[in-house]
Structure formats: structure tokens, C-alpha cells
């Protein structure tokens, strides 16, 4: 049987910086695996290939959701195969604010504060743009680049958001403030994404203490006496296990990380048992406190303006790859919205409550997608706004399905059930509705296309806004640290209560949402673990 000292499971956005951060000490022998492959398709390298890439097994593993009565049937698909979710998202780069991870030591996890998230921020970052805080990273391995994006549409938006309380900033990801800016990505200065794994592992990947290993699903981990020895995989048809003489650290995602705990008799155990699941320990919060970013966008005419959709159909389409292959640069290089505010109705919060966003681009609606599917791009050119509700109140779960490791939990997602969510989902909306009419975009802007201009009352536009919301895909929670094992799964060293040799770190520890995307801050997490699981040894 192969033996490490610590195995990672889950090559994603945590489990790569973990890999690395660990194999830094020869002493260490570490495995990471990862069920998905090596995911070298050139449409990954390129950001704008992921309309190519979209719903793709190889690339995706998708989750079930439970159908909300009067909805859509939904499905939420998170990234799998060497960098995870961070290979296939949006490339979208924020960090998330001081008032969250401060959240996080109020709850009682010491060490979780901003400082500490700030400096693991300034370690694995590398930005160069001349407008950057002074507490950003130059050298670190993540590269992160500013829009290339320019022209009027892009000053009309910006100082658009401006007149509705988002002052101009140099740098969006300056802490605690209320601002618009320049939209940051996971892309490199050479013009191709960066995933957590071509930033922290590739490079060091020669390390003769460090074993990767790809199709290779773990089926559980292996518990004795109380303690994770290891972990049974399933490759190439076969089983194997794998022993950890130290750890076995879970970092299998929002979704995968509760999966697998539940798998291995870590979990509710009335639920557990009903499926005749051996209750290794009973932690009755597994797979709960699901959180995501409810998010909504609404589009419009574009006037004055030819936007963005033509850069991604026919003969455009052909010569953008075509400079993109061979400059690095285009539209295909930086996908998403050029400008990011995080901006909420009270102009002195230094906690915005929203993240929005703008672009002279539409696509359709998922609602549209989900009755008749095909290209996303509409013909029309449009301008689309958007925006995350940050940090709602609702919360969902993760439920096993079955005791078979194959097949997927189902996922109760229940956005803006909460009465607060839907005062919040109100505000979000007409906020978009004020950035579209702000007086610098009056020339762009036409008429609202989707949802559209007869919806005013709130009941009206709540009604609306239940159906089209959209899940972020930035899910947390659902191994959240705690300090009590009837209300949390990790610790604040990220060990699962009761279970020896056991940590998981992912998105799903965060015990609170962050505001902002989640791809740095998962990064971030995994880096401040890394440092405790080294103190630990
Ligand atoms: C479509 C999409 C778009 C997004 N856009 C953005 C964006 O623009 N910006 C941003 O910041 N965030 C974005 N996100 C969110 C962000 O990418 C994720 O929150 C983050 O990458 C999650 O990191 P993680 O380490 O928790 O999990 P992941 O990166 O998802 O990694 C989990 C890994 O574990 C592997 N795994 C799971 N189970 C097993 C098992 N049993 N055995 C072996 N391996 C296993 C998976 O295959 C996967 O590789 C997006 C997410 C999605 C899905």
C-alpha cells in the first residue's frame, strides 16, 4: 500500500495551495488526488473558452437540486480535474472584506482574522497594475491582472456607478470600501488563465515528496480507532487505499467536501443510518449551512453602441481566436464584466452589502436557456447589469442520495426565502434599475429587455426576481468551522470534531460568506491552514 504523510483530496482551488505549502518541507511526503483529469484543453487556458467547456463531464461535476415548487428544475455544476472550480469559473478576482474574516474571530476562531487572511492574500498574489493598494502581493505564485477593457461605454458605466454611491478606485479589491473599478481576473500577464494549479502546483510539481494523482475518486476515508489512516480510491476500475501516517486533509469542495464526510460515517446519523451508512461520529451539521450569492441581472437596448455579443459569433468569433492564439490579447483573453462596484444603499457602510456589476454585452436568461437550450449569446446587442446579494440569510443543505460513492447528494438550495433576503433582493434590484438610469449611461441605455419595464410593485418584482435568481456558484458553509460540534464540522484549525487526522479545507469551512467572489479567498484559506497544519506537525 502507498504511504504519505499527508494526503490532500481535491486538486481545486484549496487543495493545490495545500499541496504546495505542505511539500515545501522535504520531510513531508504528500499526495493530492484528484477524481477529474489533467484538464489541458486549450479552452481552459483561455478564459473565453468556457462557453466552449460549459456542462462538459470531464471538466464539470454537476449536483442535482431539489426543485423549489413553482421553478425551474436546476442544477448546479461546480469544476473538477487539476485546479477545480478555479479552471473553469469566471476568473473573476476579489478578496472578500476585513469585516468578514473579522466575522469569523468574533465567532470565537482565533487566527481567522483580516490581518492574518490579508497577509496569506499578499503572499499568494502577484499584481502589478500601477493602481494597486499597498497591501497587495507583487510576487506571490496567483497571478492577477486588470479589464483590458476601453472605450466610452466603459467611462459612461464607471461613472455610473459613481452616481449611484460607488466612488472610483484604483484598486476594487482596496479593503472595507465602498467603490467601482477596474474588474480584477485569474489571468496572466501573458494572456491565459491561471488556475491554482498551473500557479501552485505545475512549478513545483518536480518535487520528489510530492505525488499527484488524477482519476482517481476517493470513495471514503479510511477511519480506525477513531483516527484517518487513509483513504479508498477507485482507478482505473479498481480499489486502492492509500494511507495517510499523519492527515488526510478533504478539500473536495462545498458540495464534495460534506459528500465525502457523509460517505465515510461522518455526518447526521439518523440520516446516515437510513441508508445503512456505518456512523463512524454523529456531527449533526455536515452538509448544512449551505450559503451562496443569490445573484440577478437585468439587460437592456444598447444604443449608440455596437456591444460586445458580435465579438463571440461568426466571422468575429474566428479572427478573436485566431489573435487570441497567437497575441494572447482580444476578447477571448479577459471574459466578464469590466467594472465591478461593491456598493450598498448606505453610503457609510464600510461592509458593502452588494457586489454589481455592468457590461455592454447580454446573454439569455437561464430561465430562456432552461426552455430552449443553445447558444447563450443573443443576436441583439444589449447592456447587462448584474449583481450578488453578498450575504443572505437563507441557508440550504446537502443531502446523501444514496450509500453508492457515484452518485451526487442532492442540494437543497432555498434563495431569498429568508424574509430579509427578499427585503435585500428588493433593494439589489432597484439599485440595478438606478445604475441603468443613471445620467452617464443615458446614451447607451434603451429599453429594459429582460425582466422588463411593466414590473414596478414589490410584489411584482419579488415575484420576478424568485424566478430568475441565479445560484453564484460561490457556496460555502456546509463543513463550517465552529467551536461546538452540535453546530459547526471543523474546528478553528479546520480538524473534524471528534475524528483524528482529519481536517478538511475548502470553501466549505468558511462559516460565514465572504463578500465577494470565492475562487482568492478558498486560495487564501488554504494558505492560512497550510500554516496551522505545519505548526501542528
Ligand atoms: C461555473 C463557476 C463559475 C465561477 N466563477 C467564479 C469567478 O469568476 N470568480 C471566483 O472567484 N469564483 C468563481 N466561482 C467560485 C470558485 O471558483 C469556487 O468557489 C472555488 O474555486 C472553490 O474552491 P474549492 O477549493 O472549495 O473547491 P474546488 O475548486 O471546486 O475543488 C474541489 C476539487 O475536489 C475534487 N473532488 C471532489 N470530490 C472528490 C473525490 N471524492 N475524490 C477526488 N477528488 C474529488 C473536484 O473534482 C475538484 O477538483 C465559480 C464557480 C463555478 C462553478
New binding site residues.
Given amino acids: 500500500m502507498d504511504s504519505f504523510d499527508y494526503i490532500v483530496?481535491?486538486?481545486?482551488?484549496?487543495?493545490c495551495v495545500l499541496a504546495n505549502r505542505l511539500s515545501a518541507d522535504p520531510r513531508n511526503r504528500v499526495a493530492l488526488?484528484?477524481?477529474?483529469g489533467t484538464n489541458t484543453s486549450p479552452f481552459i487556458a483561455m478564459a473565453g473558452g468556457?462557453v466552449k467547456i460549459?456542462g462538459n463531464p470531464l471538466y464539470?461535476?454537476a449536483y442535482p437540486v431539489a426543485q423549489r415548487p413553482g421553478m425551474r428544475q436546476e442544477m448546479?455544476?461546480?469544476?473538477?480535474?487539476?485546479?477545480?472550480?478555479?479552471?473553469?469559473?469566471?476568473?473573476?478576482?476579489?478578496t472578500g472584506l476585513p469585516a468578514d474574516y473579522d466575522g469569523w474571530v468574533a465567532r470565537g476562531l482565533p487566527g481567522w482574522g483580516w490581518n492574518e487572511i490579508a497577509r496569506c492574500f499578499k503572499d499568494i498574489e502577484s499584481y502589478r497594475d500601477s493602481g494597486a493598494h499597498a497591501g497587495r502581493g507583487r510576487d506571490g505564485e496567483l497571478e492577477v491582472t486588470p479589464s483590458t477593457y476601453r472605450g466610452p461605454v466603459f467611462d459612461a458605466i464607471m461613472d455610473a456607478a459613481a452616481q449611484i454611491g460607488a466612488r472610483k478606485v484604483g484598486d476594487v479589491t482596496q479593503p472595507g470600501v465602498q467603490g467601482a473599478g477596474r474588474s480584477q481576473?485569474?489571468v496572466s500577464r501573458r494572456g491565459k488563465r491561471v488556475t491554482?494549479y498551473t500557479a501552485f502546483v505545475a512549478p513545483i510539481r518536480h518535487r520528489p515528496n510530492l505525488t499527484v494523482i488524477t482519476d482517481?475518486?476517493?470513495?471514503k476515508v479510511v477511519i480506525e480507532n477513531g483516527r484517518a489512516t487513509g483513504v479508498l480510491?477507485h482507478r482505473n476500475g479498481a480499489d486502492v487505499t492509500l494511507a495517510a501516517a499523519r492527515e488526510v486533509i478533504v478539500?473536495?469542495?462545498?458540495?464534495?467536501?460534506p459528500?465525502?464526510l457523509q460517505l465515510s460515517g461522518i455526518g447526521p446519523a439518523d440520516e446516515l443510518a437510513a441508508l445503512g451508512i456505518p456512523v463512524v461520529r454523529d456531527l449533526p451539521m455536515v452538509g448544512r449551512e449551505l450559503c451562496d450569492h443569490q445573484k440577478m441581472g437585468i439587460s437592456f437596448d444598447l444604443a449608440n453602441h455596437p456591444g460586445t455579443n458580435r465579438e463571440f459569433t461568426g466571422w468575429r468569433l474566428y479572427r478573436n481566436a485566431l489573435r487570441y492564439f497567437l497575441t494572447r490579447t482580444g476578447p477571448l483573453a479577459r471574459v466578464?464584466l469590466p467594472v465591478t462596484a461593491l456598493v450598498s444603499n448606505d453610503p457609510a457602510s464600510t461592509w458593502p452589502e452588494f457586489q454589481v456589476a455592468a457590461a455592454p454585452f447580454a446573454m439569455r436568461t437561464v430561465n430562456e436557456m432552461a426552455a430552449k437550450p443553445g447558444s447563450p449569446i443573443t443576436p441583439r446587442p444589449g447592456i447587462t447589469f448584474s449583481g450578488y446579494h453578498l450575504r443572505p440569510k437563507s441557508r440550504g443543505r446537502i443531502a446523501l442520495a444514496s450509500a453508492d460513492?457515484r452518485q451526487p447528494p442532492v442540494i437543497h438550495w432555498n434563495p431569498w426565502d429568508n424574509p430579509e433576503d427578499q427585503a435585500h433582493a428588493l433593494e439589489l434590484f432597484r439599485m440595478l434599475r438606478r445604475f441603468a438610469a443613471a445620467p452617464a449611461l443615458a446614451p447607451y441605455v434603451g429599453d429594459e429587455r429582460m425582466p422588463g419595464a411593466a414590473l414596478q410593485t414589490d410584489e411584482e418584482v419579488l415575484g420576478e426576481v424568485r424566478k430568475m435568481v441565479e445560484a453564484?456558484?460561490?457556496?460555502?458553509g456546509t463543513c463550517g468551522m465552529g467551536t461546538d460540534p452540535a453546530t459547526s464540522v471543523t474546528d478553528a484549525r479546520c480538524r473534524v470534531h471528534g475524528v483524528a487526522g482529519l481536517r478538511v479545507?475548502?470553501?466549505?469551512i468558511m462559516p460565514t460568506p465572504v463578500s465577494?467572489?470565492?475562487?482568492?479567498?478558498?486560495?487564501a484559506v488554504?494558505a492560512r491552514a497550510a500554516e496551522l497544519i505545519l505548526e501542528d506537525r
Fill in positions: 483530496v481535491g486538486a481545486g482551488s484549496a487543495g488526488i484528484e477524481e477529474g468556457f460549459m464539470f461535476r448546479h455544476a461546480y469544476g473538477k480535474g487539476l485546479g477545480g472550480s478555479s479552471a473553469i469559473n469566471g476568473t473573476w478576482y476579489l481576473y485569474t491554482s482517481c475518486a476517493v470513495q480510491c478539500s473536495a469542495g462545498v458540495y464534495g467536501s459528500h465525502l466578464g460513492w453564484g456558484l460561490h457556496g460555502t479545507v475548502d470553501c466549505s465577494g467572489n470565492t475562487n482568492g479567498p478558498a486560495m488554504a
